[in-house]
Antibody, heavy 120, light 107 residues
Framework: EVQLLQSGGGLVQPGGSLRLSCAASGFTFGSYYLSWVRQAPGKGLEWVSAISGNGDTTYYADSVKGRFTISRDNSKNTLYLQMNSLRAEDTATYYC?????????????WGQGTPVTVSS | EVVMTQSPATLSMSPGERATLSCRASQSVKSNLAWYQQKRGQAPSLVIYAASTRATGIPARFSGSGSGTEFTLTISSLQSEDFGVYFCQQYNNWPLTFGGGTKVEIK
């Protein structure tokens, strides 16, 4: 059974940093692109970032480029999102997600979500 | 960036009725289109992918159609568990993009 277990959210001041983690099990971790998707309170879904199976290729939404860094540790089956220079508009529930196919397809599995609140 | 536009924003339906949700892409995404259902307080779950393929465990009352820029999700006879918000998403181009969602609520 595929599981994506998230941790690391919380309250942070504007300009601060936070690191999210997503521990995966139930599939060949290093064979799949993984992504972070966020959802502001009462709003829709916004894709944030993606990383290839070996970690060599990354993609970012313009809204987070230069501030967020996605990474993975295939020895620990864990995905990360380092968030720096946080702004109020980054307040959202963040989900990690696994795609159906190794390098593409829809998001087949999602983590449980972790809330991030940026406020003074 | 491919802009995904969903309509209507809200659909007020009664159980047993047929629901039709629309999704339009600002440029062709071929058949690389997915639909997700999200219930309050939960993560989204995959319903349809490749525009018309039901995800594992999704009942046959859900069907998807379309290609290129125009897509439709149809729920043939709404059940109580089908109410929630539905999002379309294109995965043909980076950045991956979602529509704004259609809320299917009980009339």
């Amino acid at each position: 059974e595929v599981q994506l277990l998230q941790s690391g959210g919380g309250l942070v001041q504007p300009g601060g940093s936070l690191r999210l983690s997503c521990a995966a099990s139930g599939f060949t971790f290093g064979s799949y692109y993984l992504s972070w998707v966020r959802q502001a309170p009462g709003k829709g879904l916004e894709w944030v970032s993606a990383i290839s199976g070996n970690g060599d290729t990354t993609y970012y939404a313009d809204s987070v480029k230069g501030r967020f860094t996605i990474s993975r540790d295939n020895s620990k089956n864990t995905l990360y999102l380092q968030m720096n220079s946080l702004r109020a508009e980054d307040t959202a529930t963040y989900y990690c997600a696994k795609r159906l196919y190794g390098e593409g397809g829809p998001f087949e599995y999602w983590g449980q979500g972790t809330p991030v609140t940026v406020s003074s | 960036e491919v802009v995904m536009t969903q309509s209507p924003a809200t659909l007020s339906m009664s159980p047993g009725e047929r629901a039709t949700l629309s999704c339009r892409a600002s440029q062709s995404v071929k058949s690389n289109l997915a639909w997700y259902q999200q219930k309050r307080g939960q993560a989204p779950s995959l319903v349809i992918y490749a525009a018309s393929t039901r995800a594992t465990g999704i009942p046959a009352r859900f069907s998807g159609s379309g290609s290129g820029t125009e897509f439709t999700l149809t729920i043939s006879s709404l059940q109580s568990e089908d109410f929630g918000v539905y999002f379309c998403q294109q995965y043909n181009n980076w950045p991956l993009t979602f529509g704004g969602g259609t809320k299917v609520e009980i009339k």
